[in-house]
T-cell receptor, first 109, second 116 residues
Framework: RKEVEQDPGPFNVPEGATVAFNCTYS??????FFWYRQDCRKEPKLLMS???SGNEDGRFTAQLNRASQYISLLIRDSKLSDSATYLC??????????FGTGTRLTIIP | GAVVSQHPSWVICKSGTSVKIECRSL??????MFWYRQFPKQSLMLMAT?????????EQGVEKDKFLINHASLTLSTLTVTSAHPEDSSFYIC????????????FGSGTRLTVV
């Protein structure tokens, strides 16, 4: 079983729609949580950290459920530029990050 | 913001040769550098963690004699793929953190290695 599991997609969503991704993690010692985006053949870039209380950054909302070991990302009013692979990432106290395989999103005009 | 410069961006080499990949932190001191490998449609897999001035710690299944990591200064870490084989073809990415943790994880732009 992978340590961080995501639905690989692809998700093909019309521009302006709302889309949600989910992720589950198996390491209960995970202390930090992130969503990264990765464009084709590029390095991952931090989209947002995820906090237990939930947090929002513009059109993006992230939620964390520690009891269920579940992380979500919601994108509202999706733009063409949101097309990318979204990586769910967890971290432990030793600074190591564990990446999910990513969920591929394509926004359709 | 923090920047990590990674070179080369892509490289094609013959089987049996060695390839060196460099990562430099341009405006901060990278006390810890992480090296990842990503195969197509797979997640980034951590290969090793290196701290400046000490030997790298390799993840299980990663051959330390094949993937040589040097972190001799606070701004430079190198990964050398020795005696490369076609199955080593992958996307290699470094990531750095600073002692103060001020910059989080800063990724290099990655190196696409193709071994022919």
């Amino acid at each position: 079983r992978k340590e961080v599991e995501q639905d690989p997609g692809p998700f093909n969503v019309p521009e302006g729609a709302t889309v949600a991704f989910n992720c589950t993690y198996s390491n209960s010692a995970s202390q930090s949580f992130f969503w990264y985006r990765q464009d084709c053949r590029k390095e991952p870039k931090l989209l947002m950290s995820v906090y237990s209380s939930g947090n929002e950054d513009g059109r993006f909302t992230a939620q964390l459920n520690r009891a269920s070991q579940y992380i979500s990302l919601l994108i509202r009013d999706s733009k063409l530029s949101d097309s990318a692979t979204y990586l769910c990432v967890t971290g432990t106290g030793d600074e190591k990050l564990t990446f999910g395989t990513g969920t591929r999103l394509t926004i359709i005009p | 913001g923090a920047v990590v410069s990674q070179h080369p961006s892509w490289v094609i080499c013959k089987s049996g040769t060695s390839v060196k990949i460099e990562c430099r932190s341009l405006d901060f001191q990278a006390t810890t550098m992480f090296w990842y490998r990503q195969f197509p449609k797979q997640s980034l897999m951590l290969m090793a963690t290196s701290n400046e001035g000490s030997k790298a710690t390799y993840e299980q299944g990663v051959e330390k004699d094949k993937f040589l990591i040097n972190h001799a200064s606070l701004t430079l870490s190198t990964l050398t793929v020795t005696s490369a084989h076609p199955e080593d073809s992958s996307f290699y990415i470094c990531s750095a953190t600073s002692l103060e943790g001020l910059y989080g994880y800063t990724f290099g732009s990655g190196t696409r290695l193709t071994v022919v």
